[in-house]
């Protein structure tokens, strides 16, 4: 798994390396398309033939539009525009030699620029940080003797505690990395492959406060060493 996880490492680095250069440069006015656009070109540019999620390489969501879920088959970017105080959902899935990379992070604007967590909106700060509180339960609760199907109700039933809502058309939480889309095994109700069975998998809330107007999301991709969970 060593080489093999080199070349996962590599890949989602590029991911990671996309959202730092996006943060720079995204800037109120700017459309879905226009993001969307910019990052394709930077992952390109750094090497990244291609993208394992139906050809597309950033599903990127503005504003209100950011609680919209659906399949790839069916996404396109819009020319929907950032306003000054905003956010904005990018999920991003480079490939290169078949390995995958898989990331995605919901960005805050402030007087029309990306700003850090702590933004003077309390509705997005909020959203941030319930998708960190659950990341943080899901390093604490996951073992690789669990089936997806354990996780997936453990960790709704904390959305719910936390006055959010699961978003994701499908329900799930995320899914194992694989070489082809259609074996992906995913975070949901009646899946009970155990995550010691996979090499790598996801963790990608896609939530919304109840009676809430915007959607968050915050996606890694997690393996375990020796028992141990650790980010890719």
Known sequence: MNKELENYKKVQRTAKDTIVYLRKVIKSGMT??????????YMKEHGVPKFWYYGIGAFVLVGKRTTISISGREYAPTDEALQDSDIVSIDL?????????????????????????????????????VENALHKEFTRIVKPEMAF????????????????ENLDFNG???HSIEKNKDDRKYFEKGEETLLKDVALFTFEPHNRKKGGEYGYKRENIYYFECENLEVL
């Open 32 to 41: 879905e398309r226009e993001i969307a656009g910019m990052a394709e070109k």
């Open 93 to 129: 899935s480079p490939e290169i030699d078949s390995y995958w990379g898989d990331f995605a992070r919901t960005l805050t604007l402030e007087n029309g620029v990306v700003v850090g967590e702590n933004s003077t909106n309390e509705e997005f700060n909020e959203g941030w940080k």
């Open 149 to 164: 199907q354990e996780v997936y109700h453990l960790l709704n039933k904390k959305i719910t505690e936390l006055g959010y």
């Open 172 to 174: 799930n939480l995320g």
